[in-house]
Nanobody, 123 residues
Framework: VQLQASGGGLVQAGDSLRLSCAIS????????MGWFRQAPGKEREFVAA???????YVADSVKSRFTVSRDNPKNTMYLQMNSLKPEDTAVYYC??????????????????WGQGTLVTVSS
């Protein structure tokens, strides 16, 4: 199973970015997909997840600005990030797993991870 995250970059505060995560080697539509991020010196934190259907879950800290979606025929998940802030600066990771509702906000619920894509938001 391989995950390839892309779409990161250097942007200014207030800008938007869309991250993509392409997966291969696993039946995409059958698993929960998640986004996590890790800022320098901080622990990895949950950002968003989308389950096998279209149920989505977004962390309260970004709920008003971030949207997660998936395109099953393309085996790809997206994270639309609007109104970016400097505190959104982090490496963003995508992951896949058979995560249930009660555990999908935890890293241990996912068994495969992408390499991460860096998002830097300047003030």
């Amino acid at each position: 199973v391989q995950l390839q995250a892309s779409g990161g970059g250097l942007v200014q505060a207030g800008d938007s970015l869309r991250l993509s995560c392409a997966i291969s080697g696993r039946r995409f539509s059958s698993y929960t997909m998640g986004w996590f991020r890790q800022a320098p010196g901080k622990e990895r934190e949950f950002v968003a997840a989308i389950r096998r259907g279209t149920n989505t879950y977004v962390a309260d800290s970004v709920k008003s600005r971030f949207t997660v979606s998936r395109d099953n025929p393309k085996n790809t998940m997206y994270l639309q990030m609007n109104s970016l802030k400097p505190e959104d600066t982090a490496v963003y990771y995508c992951a896949t797993g058979n995560a249930i509702l009660s555990s999908m906000m935890t890293s241990r619920a996912y068994d495969y991870w992408g390499q991460g894509t860096l998002v830097t938001v300047s003030s």
